[in-house]
């Protein structure tokens, strides 16, 4: 059971250059999110949808996008990355009621030049 | 989602239980306490979860107090790989309740 599956585990871009975060869950669950994580920070919800074709933005959504085809997969774009984008981005995913966990990746180390 | 408070830093020495308190003085009745803790950069991981009434799993006790302002994480025998940041925070059961709302949380310290 792989859980959550984000990928790659690290990434450098030069400023200017787009790029796609990759998240995959197979334990069929219908809410998944995109964190970000500053130094020294808790993290700060960036997107999240709470199923295939649902998505809504969170705390800081500028500069990022996403969408829901299936289940499984949730990816983030950056569409033209700023080095403010520098971060470690991780998705989580739960059933879809409040008594139920999110699970997390290991996250993406993302560094933008 | 009612705001959490939490102390910055605690130590525990190796063995011995670690209580990690946190304060949630303007909790509703359909909000959750969660736990969770991250382990150097990794991601978050799930520790417990309650409503009400206190709850035990593998890993950890919640305690939660009577008047529902407060709560403690409990670990029962610290070991070292126990070390990391651990994060209280409550969670409504109405829309847009999905997000969690991470604070600083608690930096803990197991001490050999």
């Known amino acids: 059971n792989a859980g959550v599956t984000q990928t790659p585990k690290f990434q450098v871009l030069k400023t200017g250059q787009s790029m796609t975060l990759q998240c995959a869950q197979d334990?069929?669950?219908?809410?998944m999110s995109w964190y970000r994580q500053d130094p020294g920070m808790g993290l700060r919800l960036i997107h999240y949808s709470v199923g295939a074709g649902i998505t809504d933005q969170g705390e800081v959504p500028n500069g990022y996008n996403v969408s829901r085809s299936t289940t499984e997969d949730f990816p983030l774009r950056l569409l033209s990355a700023a080095p403010s984008q520098t971060s470690v981005y991780f998705c989580?995913?739960?059933?879809?009621?409040?008594?139920?966990?999110?699970?997390f990746g290991d996250g993406t180390r993302l560094s933008i030049l | 989602d009612a705001k959490t408070t939490q102390p910055p830093s605690m130590d525990c020495a190796e063995g011995r239980a670690a209580n990690l308190p946190c304060n949630h003085s303007?909790?509703?009745?359909?909000?959750?306490v969660y736990w969770y803790r991250q382990i150097h950069s990794q991601g978050p991981q799930y520790i417990i979860h309650g409503l009400k009434n206190n709850e035990t799993n593998e890993m950890a006790s919640l305690i939660i107090t009577e008047d529902r302002k407060s709560s403690t994480l409990i670990l029962p025998h610290a070991t070292l790989r126990d070390t990391a940041v651990y994060y209280c925070?409550?969670?409504?059961?109405?829309?847009?309740?999905?997000?969690?709302?991470f604070g600083k949380g608690t930096k803990l310290s197991v001490i050999p």
């Open positions: 303007t909790i509703s009745g359909n909000e959750y």
């Open positions: 334990m069929n669950h219908e809410y």
């Open positions: 925070i409550v969670r409504g059961s109405g829309a847009g309740s999905y997000q969690l709302t």
């Open positions: 989580a995913s739960s059933r879809g009621t409040a008594d139920q966990p999110q699970h």
